[in-house]
């Protein structure tokens, strides 16, 4: 009976002994499959983010170049003239507004009857000649 005993628990550790084996081994191969997961990860991230970074690059370059076209205006567009051009000028005493008595309500009122481009381009013209604040 003892004999009979030691074989049974002598074959249960053995059984025991290979579970143990087989597990460690599972371990180990999910552990690499983890480490080539996180390096893979890794790669794509990376990827993502030198995507990212040239980008944004491209954008600051792009906002740099535009605050600097923004800052320069060129002569040739104000071409230097402080005056009111005359065709302007008649347009406006056809309104009934004066150069020398420029309110802004006045030239609202005198713009109505003229579409939302003329009465802009009309309040460009008078602040590039500096008569409307």
């Known amino acids: 009976m003892d004999v009979e005993m030691k074989d049974e628990l002598g074959a249960f550790v053995q059984r025991l002994a290979d579970a143990a084996g087989l597990l ?3 371990v180990e191969k999910l552990a690499a499959r983890q480490s080539d997961a996180e390096a893979s990860i890794g790669r794509v991230s990376a990827t993502v983010e030198a995507e990212i970074e040239e980008r944004l690059a491209a954008a600051e370059a792009r906002i740099a170049e535009l605050k600097a076209s923004a800052a ?4 040739t567009v104000t071409q ?3 005056t ?3 065709s302007m000028a008649n347009l406006l ?4 507004v004066t150069v ?4 802004a309500g006045a030239v609202d009122a005198a713009l109505v009857s003229l579409s939302l481009e003329q009465r802009i381009a009309v309040k460009a013209q008078l602040m590039r000649a500096g008569l409307l604040g």
Do not use: C, H, N
């Not at 320069?72 to 002569?75: E, F, I, K, L, R």
């Not at 005493?93 to 009934?96: E, H, N, P, V």
């Not at 020398?100 to 309110?103: Q, R, T, V």
């Open 100 to 103: 020398d008595s420029m309110e």
């Open 24 to 26: 460690e081994q599972a």
């Open 80 to 82: 230097g003239r402080k």
């Open 93 to 96: 005493a056809k309104q009934g």
């Open 72 to 75: 320069y205006v060129p002569t």
């Open 84 to 86: 009111l051009p005359v």
